[in-house]
């Protein structure tokens, strides 16, 4: 069998035997009754989830969102989801569902279409009204409304394309350098490293991800 740089990203190439699921689910499971154990107690844990939801919600809010009811629980279940989904492909025999636009750009696009029809059922005029900018010679108005148009059909897809890219590009780098670590040790310690760092970019590209939707959210409405 051949394999490439791209190998990680794809389904059809991936370790998801049934015998590799159950030794992972072993391990976790026996590793975090450990942690419960001797280190923490479950109200630390639920602790560290609330403080993290939180922070979010205090780098999010807008006014204009709290108008649409329950929207910070499609904001922030998105947060969780992606951040969940980031870290988990990052394990040996776990495919990464965000490295698959099919994935991204899905729930993208549902997201997108949620928002147009709650703006429209708030108000359909001032949804419209919003694609031409006020103040502007009505002579560009067409032209404008068109620009506005399109920057907004175009967002599910930059959306899913941002997220997409910048997983799969950091599973190409640990592809790369896991190649590298049959030849030279010090590889193996930069990887480990790497892997920390893609860490916080799966917790970036998370926020990232909630924070537009919550911008696009504020806009529509």
Wanted: charged share 5%.
């Amino acid at each position: 069998m051949i394999y490439d740089l791209f190998t990680s990203a794809d389904y059809c190439y991936s370790n998801v035997q049934i015998l590799n699921i159950v030794v992972w689910f072993l391990g976790f499971l026996w590793l975090f009754w450990n942690i419960n154990l001797f280190y923490f107690s479950l109200s630390r844990v639920s602790q560290f989830f609330s403080s993290l939801l939180s922070w979010h919600y205090e780098n999010i809010k807008a006014p204009s969102i709290n108008q649409v009811k329950g929207s910070y629980i499609i904001i922030g279940g998105s947060f969780f989801l992606i951040l969940g989904s980031n870290i988990w492909g990052l394990f040996p025999y776990v495919f990464g569902l965000t490295t698959q636009m099919v994935l991204t750009f899905t729930a993208s696009w549902v997201l997108w279409l949620s928002m147009l029809w709650s703006s429209t059922e708030y108000s359909f005029i001032k949804f419209f009204s919003n694609f031409t900018p006020s103040g502007s010679p009505g002579y560009l108005a067409p032209i404008l409304a068109i620009i506005e148009i399109v920057s907004n059909i175009i967002r599910p897809l930059t959306l899913s394309l941002r997220l997409s890219i910048n997983i799969t590009t950091g599973h190409v780098f640990i592809s790369l350098m896991g190649v590298s670590s049959n030849f030279l040790t010090v590889v193996v310690i930069l990887m480990w490293g790497y892997i920390l760092f893609e860490v916080g970019i799966s917790f970036i590209q998370g926020f990232v991800f909630s924070l537009l939707i919550g911008q696009y959210l504020g806009e529509h409405v």
